[in-house]
């Protein structure tokens, strides 16, 4: 079994349900989604860095990895394994949580909803980056969707086709700019319909922190 590792680090959690929460974040390399709703022509290519930085070869490495992991934010402490498409690598996925959870920690499992998660978790986050119908995960504890280009139609169909106990909209940053307006208005549109989106405006960047 191997696991392509992006990067690992430690911060506070700055999107979603569990914002404030501190957290290890273990980065899977590699992203397969193909039409990503963010990137949508070829030139406007993904800016998350999920270039491979280390592979991690065999279940002792991964199960050391968990141990690390839980050393920093103590025994019961959150993990939070993102990407990429962490569900791009099952297998190291599986191994990872269950190791994670053997040790007593707590998972957020974060993924574009491409493929159907196939581990444990404590708290699931799903980042759609293709519409409702063809999401292969639908139910979890947040959905979350980063405004781009997508009609009204499309986010009422995420609430309306999914089973998820909470559901944020974001901002999209580009440089040092997000588009605040067009998601605030968004999220005004949204509730007057009766559907009870909330903001995650992924604090860590307000506080100048991964
Ligand atoms: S799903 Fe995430 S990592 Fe993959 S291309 Fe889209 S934004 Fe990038």
Redesign the pocket.
Not at 45 to 48: I, S, V
């Given at each position: 079994m191997k696991l392509a590792l992006a990067e690992t680090f430690c911060s506070i959690q700055g999107e979603g349900h569990l914002t404030g929460k501190r957290m290890f974040f273990i980065r899977f390399a590699g992203?397969?989604?193909k039409e990503?709703?963010?990137?949508p022509s070829q030139e406007n290519?993904?800016?998350?860095d999920?270039s491979v930085s280390e592979v991690l070869k065999g279940e002792d490495a991964i199960d050391k990895l968990a141990n690390e992991a839980l050393k920093i934010v103590g025994a019961s402490g959150w993990v939070c394994i993102t990407?990429?498409?962490p569900c791009d690598q099952p297998d190291a996925l599986a191994f990872l949580a269950s190791s994670i959870q053997r040790l007593g920690g707590k998972i957020n499992i974060q993924t574009?909803g491409?493929h159907r998660v196939n581990a444990q978790w404590d708290w699931l986050t799903v980042?759609p980056?293709v519409p409702a119908a063809e999401l292969k995960q639908s139910y979890g504890q947040e959905l979350k969707v980063?405004v781009a280009d997508q009609t009204d139609d499309q986010i009422l169909d995420y609430y309306n086709n999914t089973r998820f106990w909470n559901y944020y909209l974001q901002p999209l940053w580009s440089d040092s700019n997000c588009n605040s307006d067009q998601t605030l208005a968004l999220l005004n549109k949204l509730n007057d319909c009766g559907q009870p989106w909330e903001l995650s405006p992924q604090v860590h960047k307000y506080l100048g922190v991964r």
């Open positions: 992203c397969a989604v990503c709703i963010l990137h290519l993904c800016d998350t999920w990407g990429g498409e574009s491409t980042s980056k980063v």
